[in-house]
């Protein structure tokens, strides 16, 4: 597990299409603000679902 110690103005949960979708609007809402998108990935991971990992049935 990885420890975050930055400070946000947002926190999304997830990097799946949702979250990153959500946080770009957020910034785009409010320019300036602090937006961490926590994934469960972790650092090196897969940070999120969008594009399909090694053995997966998705489409590419
Ligand atoms: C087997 C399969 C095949 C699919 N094939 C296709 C396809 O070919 N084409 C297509 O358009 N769609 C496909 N889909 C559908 C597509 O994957 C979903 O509609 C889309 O990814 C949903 O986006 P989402 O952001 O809601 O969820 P996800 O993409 O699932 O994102 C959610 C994210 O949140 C993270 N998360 C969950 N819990 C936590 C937590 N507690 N803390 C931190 N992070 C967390 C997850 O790790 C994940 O990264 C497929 C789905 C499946 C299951």
């Given at each position: 597990m990885t420890e975050i110690t930055e400070t946000a103005d947002f926190t999304v949960i997830g990097a799946g299409i949702v979250g990153l979708a959500t946080a770009v609007e957020l910034q785009r809402r409010h320019p300036g603000a602090r937006v961490l998108v926590a994934g469960a990935?972790?650092?090196?991971?897969?940070?999120?679902?969008i594009l399909p990992g090694p053995g997966s049935v998705r489409s590419p």
């Open positions: 990935g972790g650092p090196g991971g897969r940070c999120c679902n």
